[in-house]
């Protein structure tokens, strides 16, 4: 089964609009984090928050954490163009090195 | 911010003969290395964890005979498909972690075809 698993798998929105994903997990986990993306590139670190946080604001982002339902949700408010792209959350898991991934997101943002 | 250098970008080869990739962390001392593959439109699989100086911790179903992984330093480790066949065509992405470090930095990824 799938530690981390998003929705929707595809967004796609117009310039301007928030965009809001989705991802739950299944065990107890120290941190979650997302990433993004960009198409046959690598990953790029957007945001932690960890267990005992419940929301956290970066620049146009938002994430927010809920250890009770084992989700988080990440906001990315008046999206433009180049927000792009295929965004991954990742849980670091207790007692483990290793990020589990997700399946992502791929966000679309229509000019 | 950290940088981590993966090279080559791209690489096709012949079935049966070996791909080394490298992965470099230029700014930092990676302790640790993580090795995935990537399909389309898919998530990463981790294939291995390296931690420097000793040997990888592979994932379940992972050959380690057909994936070698080297982590002899705290800025390089390499991934070699050996005997390398078509099904092995995929986009393998590494990501490093320094000490005390919670996030992952990572490569630009190789987009290996085996022809």
């Known amino acids: 089964s799938q530690q981390g698993e998003e929705d929707p798998q595809a967004l796609s929105i117009q310039e301007g609009e928030n965009a809001t994903m989705n991802c739950s997990y299944k065990t107890s986990i120290n941190n979650l984090q997302w990433y993004r993306q960009n198409s046959g590139r690598g990953l790029v670190h957007l945001i932690l928050i960890r267990s005992n946080e419940r929301e956290k604001h970066s620049g146009r982002l938002r994430v927010t954490l809920d250890t009770s339902k084992k989700s988080s949700s990440l906001l990315i408010t008046a999206s433009r163009a180049a927000d792009t792209a295929s965004y991954f959350c990742?849980?670091?898991?207790?007692?483990?090195?290793?990020?589990?991934f997700g399946q992502g997101t791929r966000l679309t943002i229509n000019p | 911010g950290a940088v981590v250098s993966q090279h080559p970008s791209r690489v096709i080869c012949k079935s049966g003969t070996s791909v080394k990739i490298e992965c470099r962390s230029l700014?930092?001392?990676?302790?640790?290395m993580f090795w995935y593959r990537q399909f389309p439109k898919q998530s990463l699989m981790l294939m291995a964890t390296?931690?420097?100086?000793?040997?990888?911790?592979?994932e379940q179903g992972v050959e380690k005979d057909k994936f070698l992984i080297n982590h002899a330093s705290l800025t390089l480790s390499t991934l070699t498909v050996t005997s390398a066949h078509p099904e092995d065509s995929s986009f393998y992405i590494c990501s490093a972690l320094s000490k005390g470090n919670e996030k992952l930095f990572f490569g630009s990824g190789t987009q290996l075809s085996v022809l």
């Open positions: 700014d930092f001392q990676a302790t640790t």
């Open positions: 390296s931690n420097e100086g000793s040997k990888a911790t592979y």
């Open positions: 990742a849980t670091k898991i207790q007692g483990a090195q290793k990020l589990v």
